[in-house]
Each structure stands twice: as structure tokens, then as C-alpha cells.
């Protein structure tokens, strides 16, 4: 528990935090904090006038963490599920930039030789079939050099 002149010097010294900071701080969480402290924090928010922005923040971090869980459950489902091609590659470029795009959405992705020459490329895009269309659905900005979507 903090005594008076404790909870003075951190109330001074919160004043003092720029908001970007202040922000930080409370996305860190209670449990990082000695009891009362993160109060503080809110406190502070909240003379700043920023309790709004805070609490969206929050809540949109909750919406994060609840998002990469469920992404982390997901290839556990899909295991077993069958692979389709969604888009046929021949550049290992686009073949990194698709399978980061769909890495980063949690989604599972498979990367595929078709060459009978034993070469990478071309190389077909496989996902999990229950998520073509979320996958596709990503590539509305990413357009493939040297391939074609085939969804």
C-alpha cells in the first residue's frame, strides 16, 4: 500500500507523462502495477480529460487479444481440414508477401511447388477450405505480379 507522499510523487510525475505515454502505461494492464497505482493512471486519464480515448483503447485491445486467441485455435481446427489453391504463383516475392498476408490474419497457408522440374515456381497458395473467402477477401490490395487469384 502507498502512503500519501508516495501517491503525491507518482501523481506529479503521471502529470508530467505525455499522453502517448499515459496511453501506454494503461494498456499495460492493472496486474503490471503495485496496488492503487494503476488508479493513479486512470485517475490521471481522466483529469486529462481522456477517459474516452482510454476506454476505447481498452477495449480495443480486448478485441486483439481475443482475436490471436481465436487465431491460435484456428490451425487446430483446420488440422485435417483440406487444402485448396486459391492462387497460382511463379515469384518468390509474391509467394512471401501472400504468405505473410495471410500468416499475419491467423490464417493457415501452405506454399506449394507445381513444377515437374523440381523448381519452387510456379508454386500454388493453399489454405484451409472454410476460409477461402476470408483469404481471398485479403488480397483485394495485394496483386500478384507474376500469378493469378484463383477465387
Known amino acids: 500500500m502507498m502512503d500519501s507522499q508516495e501517491r503525491a510523487r507518482l501523481e506529479k510525475a503521471y502529470a508530467a507523462v505525455p499522453e502517448e505515454k499515459l496511453m501506454e502505461l494503461i494498456l499495460e494492464g492493472e496486474a503490471d502495477y503495485e496496488?492503487?497505482?494503476y488508479n493513479l493512471l486512470l485517475e490521471?486519464?481522466?483529469?486529462?480529460?481522456?477517459?474516452?480515448k482510454v476506454n476505447a483503447a481498452l477495449e480495443a485491445e480486448t478485441e486483439n487479444i481475443r482475436k490471436i486467441e481465436t487465431r491460435e485455435e484456428a490451425p487446430a481446427e483446420a488440422a485435417g481440414e483440406e487444402l485448396v489453391p486459391i492462387m497460382i504463383l511463379s515469384d518468390e516475392k509474391d509467394a512471401e508477401r501472400a504468405?505473410?498476408?495471410?500468416e499475419e490474419a491467423g490464417i493457415?497457408?501452405?506454399?506449394?511447388?507445381?513444377?515437374?522440374?523440381?523448381?519452387?515456381?510456379p508454386a500454388s497458395v493453399m489454405v484451409p477450405r472454410s476460409r477461402i473467402e476470408e483469404s481471398v477477401a485479403l488480397f483485394t490490395v495485394f496483386k500478384p505480379k507474376n500469378g493469378v487469384v484463383l477465387w
Open 35 to 37: 496496488e492503487g497505482v
Open 44 to 52: 490521471e486519464a481522466k483529469r486529462r480529460g481522456i477517459e474516452d
Open 99 to 102: 504468405k505473410s498476408i495471410l
Open 108 to 121: 493457415e497457408v501452405c506454399i506449394d511447388s507445381l513444377s515437374v522440374s523440381k523448381k519452387e515456381f
